[in-house]
């Protein structure tokens, strides 16, 4: 295991008594930019910080971040990781000014210009009581005071969860445009695609605990494709359709999502009876979704063992 990574796992697994929450997963992220990472519900994702942050043991395998092993981090390694989630835990009766010196006199590298920055896109007072914040002025204090840290690894685990709208794009919009988030690697994790596809350099997929998918989230949305064919009756059976990922029959027409599939597929459909049809491309939230909707009625691993 290397430096190079901010994040490497090596047939990491975890078990919670017969639950397989992690499968034997290999996983390097590359320092620098932000990655975000997805899965369903249950995918094992929260279950990969925990580990990684020292918060809980793995089964088996191995978890290093910034280059350390997970359960062997000190206090000089925690410095170095800023964690923000979606609870924004922080303590509701102190003033976030306190709050604010408390984290000045813990973290060394304490940068006050870039907490000044982040803070000035919400109307937070320093004399106000942190339990006194909405939920969206919350998510901006907690990531002021991550950013102010000068982490080298931000992990954000959907930190936007229950924001209303402009609440949200506050918060992406101080994420990007803050100097000291450029100088670290973010990690992401979230549900929601149109936060995903505005700020992702890099999408890792989860699935079963397990990896599937790391690529440029253009380069994956391109993956995906939506084809309408007009084919008389039925259609073909969806277990002879290659690629198919969801299929729909909508004002007599046949939608298909497919994946890896080029313009052969077209051929596939004409044979199959279709008069005419055309393809086109998908939202990444489609691509995503229709992606992991495919295994998603599928059992466990654990439960066919
Ligand atoms: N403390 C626990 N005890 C037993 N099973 C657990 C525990 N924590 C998680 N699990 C199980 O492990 C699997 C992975 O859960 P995890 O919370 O890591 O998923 P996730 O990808 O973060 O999901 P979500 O997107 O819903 O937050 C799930 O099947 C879950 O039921």
């Known amino acids: 295991m290397t430096d190079d990574y901010v994040i490497e796992t090596r047939m990491l697994t975890k078990r919670y008594g017969r639950k397989l929450a992690l499968d034997?997963?290999?996983?390097?992220?590359p320092r620098g930019r932000i990655?975000?990472?997805?899965?369903?519900?249950?995918?094992?994702?929260?279950?990969?910080?925990?580990?990684?942050?020292g918060f809980m043991p793995q089964t088996s395998g191995a978890a290093r971040i910034l280059g350390r092993d997970s359960d062997a981090l000190r206090p000089q390694d925690r410095a170095r990781i800023g964690f923000v989630n979606e609870e924004?835990?922080?303590?509701?009766?102190?003033?976030?000014?306190?709050?604010?010196?408390?984290?000045?006199?813990?973290?060394?590298?304490?940068?006050?210009?870039?907490?000044?920055?982040?803070?000035?896109?919400?109307?937070?007072?320093?004399?106000?009581?942190?339990g006194q914040l909405s939920r969206g002025e919350r998510a901006g204090f907690n990531l002021a005071l991550a950013l102010a840290q000068s982490p080298e690894l931000l992990v954000?685990?959907?930190?936007?969860?229950?924001?209303?709208?402009?609440?949200?794009?506050?918060?992406?919009?101080?994420l990007l445009y803050s100097n000291a988030a450029e100088d670290c690697t973010v990690i992401y994790c979230s549900h929601q695609m149109e936060e995903v596809e505005r700020v992702a350099d890099n999408l890792v997929i989860l699935e079963h605990g397990r990896l599937v998918s790391m690529s440029a989230p253009d380069d994956f949305r391109a993956r995906v494709s939506h084809w309408v064919?007009?084919?008389?009756?039925?259609?073909?059976?969806?277990?002879?359709v290659p690629g198919l990922l969801e299929q729909q029959r909508l004002d007599g027409l046949q939608h298909y999502i497919v994946l890896d599939q080029d313009e052969?597929?077209?051929?596939?459909?004409?044979?199959?009876g279709a008069r005419s049809m055309q393809s086109m491309p998908v939202s990444l939230d489609r691509a995503v979704n229709g992606f992991l909707a495919k295994n998603h009625a599928a059992p466990a691993r654990e439960d066919l063992r």
């Open 24 to 29: 034997a997963l290999d996983l390097r992220i």
């Open 35 to 53: 990655h975000a990472v997805v899965g369903a519900n249950g995918a094992g994702k929260s279950t990969l910080f925990r580990i990684l942050l």
């Open 88 to 130: 924004h835990t922080l303590p509701g009766w102190m003033t976030t000014g306190a709050v604010a010196a408390m984290q000045r006199q813990q973290y060394p590298r304490w940068r006050q210009d870039a907490f000044d920055e982040v803070i000035g896109h919400y109307h937070v007072l320093l004399d106000q009581k942190v």
């Open 156 to 174: 954000l685990d959907e930190p936007t969860l229950g924001l209303d709208v402009v609440a949200k794009r506050a918060f992406l919009e101080s």
């Open 229 to 240: 064919a007009d084919i008389p009756f039925k259609g073909p059976d969806p277990s002879s």
């Open 264 to 272: 052969s597929f077209g051929e596939f459909l004409r044979a199959a």
